[in-house]
């Protein structure tokens, strides 16, 4: 399985900082979907998913990326 970031209106796909790609064999493959949510926060990427591509022919699972939390905002505790 790869795991993409899939902008949600052009379903175009990370492929580095600057570049978008249509393929997503040239999208660039992070190896966690936690990696993948923090490069969107990192870069301000709005309107994205997680997508999970599995290569067997399984469909496409795609989660939108959540809203960046507040620094200042205090975890919740349980």
Same mark, same amino acid.
């Given at each position: 399985? @790869?795991? /993409? /970031?899939?902008?949600?209106? %052009?379903?175009?796909? #990370?492929? %580095?900082?600057? =570049?978008? %790609?249509?393929?997503? $064999?040239?999208?660039?493959?992070? /190896?966690?979907?936690?990696? =993948?949510? &923090? ?6 990427? $709005? &309107? #994205?998913? #997680? %997508?999970? @591509? ?6 496409? #699972? ?7 939390? /507040? ?8």
């Amino acid at each position: 399985m @790869k795991i /993409l /970031l899939q902008h949600r209106r %052009t379903l175009q796909y #990370v492929q %580095t900082v600057d =570049a978008w %790609t249509r393929s997503h $064999t040239e999208a660039h493959n992070f /190896l966690h979907s936690q990696t =993948a949510i &923090d490069f969107a926060h990192e870069h301000d990427l $709005t &309107d #994205v998913y #997680v %997508t999970g @591509k599995f290569l067997g022919g399984d469909p496409d #699972v795609s989660v939108p990326v959540p809203h960046k939390p /507040l620094l200042s905002s205090p975890r919740a505790r349980w």
